[in-house]
């Protein structure tokens, strides 16, 4: 990064409802590689709608630091998922913002049921994806067209990548610092957070 270029700004995006890891998860991977390289050229920031707190689906209150119309011109953009996209995929403000978006963000990505916000703005349309288990069918029924892939933790289809529900959230925000920076960069993001998911069940 040249001494006069800012960095590329990550933007992920808070709501009312939305389940927490979804957005905390990709944070603590994003935030560790973007404060300890910031050589890479990155920032992260989360932001709402009117740059208030939201209350997530498990009673977590979270506050952004920035609103909608005060954020920066994202390079990433990140929608979680969580009980809150049912509402956020019938809202025609939203999605008309998800289409402008698409038109000015070079990669937008997606966390469990943020696909289903995505493809109620059209922005799946023919293309592969995924989401959490238990909205697979109504991903499809959103979308036709959408080739919806079960068995996958993320779907990198260029412009656009969405994972499965929650911890995979994690999976996808490592795929992308290896996207932007490199396989040892994301080793090293990996190891700095000591993910080495080892579940008991």
């Known amino acids: 990064m040249s001494q006069d ?31 300890n390289y910031p050589e890479d050229g990155y920032d992260v920031v989360m932001l709402s709608g009117d740059g208030l707190p939201v209350m997530a689906a498990k009673g977590l209150l979270l506050t952004p630091h920035t609103s909608r119309a005060e954020a920066p011109r994202f390079e990433v953009f990140l929608h979680p998922g969580g009980h809150g996209t049912r509402t956020l995929a019938r809202n ?26 995505y493809a109620a703005a059209g922005l799946l349309q023919g293309r592969p994806a995924t989401t959490y288990w238990d909205a697979l069918d109504t991903l499809a ?17 260029g412009d656009v990548v969405s994972s499965a529900g929650v911890s995979a959230g994690i999976d996808m925000a490592l795929h ?21 998911p080892e579940p008991p069940v």
């Not at 270029?5 to 973007?34: M, R």
């Not at 025609?92 to 916000?117: E, F, I, K």
């Open 5 to 35: 270029q800012g960095p590329k700004h990550i933007g992920i995006l808070l709501f009312d409802g939305l389940e927490e890891l979804d957005a905390v998860g990709p944070w603590e991977v994003l935030a560790y590689w973007t404060r």
């Open 92 to 117: 025609d403000g939203h999605l008309d913002w998800m289409r402008t978006l698409r038109a000015q963000v070079p990669l937008m990505t997606s966390v469990c049921t943020g696909s289903l916000v």
């Open 141 to 157: 029924e959103l979308d036709p067209s959408i080739q919806v892939r079960p068995d996958d933790r993320w779907v990198d289809d």
């Open 176 to 196: 992308l610092v290896r996207r932007l920076a490199g396989v040892q960069r994301a080793r090293e993001v990996r190891r700095g957070i000591q993910y080495d």
